[in-house]
Nanobody, 116 residues
Framework: QVQLVESGGGLVQTGGSLRLSCAAS????????MRWYRQAPEKQREFVAFITETGWEDYADSVGGRFTISRNAAKNTADLQMDSMKFEDAGVYYC??????????WGRGTQVTVSS
């Protein structure tokens, strides 16, 4: 089992930046891929970005070029740097990991609010 705790959420103005962090604990050696998802009010949860254990990363089209995911193996964290933020970036951001056995774990989320 892997436990995930997100942090770094808060209020940011449009055009501003915010950095989220996901801290993993437990059976961290079983983590294959770390991902970020988000969910806006009354909308479905959507994929934001992922990074694999080998450093391969990818992004949703809506955030590509503005968001950067990174992974610190020593600290067991995956950060999401969010720049040039837009109203539509607001929501609860969730950290997710895919383990080597194919199972997944989710964090409880961190709220991001974007204002003018």
């Amino acid at each position: 089992q892997v436990q995930l705790v997100e942090s770094g959420g808060g209020l940011v103005q449009t055009g501003g930046s915010l950095r989220l962090s996901c801290a993993a604990s437990g059976n961290i050696l079983s983590i294959r891929t770390m991902r970020w998802y988000r969910q806006a009010p009354e909308k479905q949860r959507e994929f934001v970005a992922f990074i694999t254990e080998t450093g391969w990363e990818d992004y949703a089209d809506s955030v590509g070029g503005r968001f950067t995911i990174s992974r610190n193996a020593a600290k067991n964290t995956a950060d999401l740097q969010m720049d040039s933020m837009k109203f539509e970036d607001a929501g609860v951001y969730y950290c997710n990991v895919i383990l080597k056995d194919g199972s997944e774990s989710w964090g409880r989320g961190t709220q991001v609010t974007v204002s003018s």
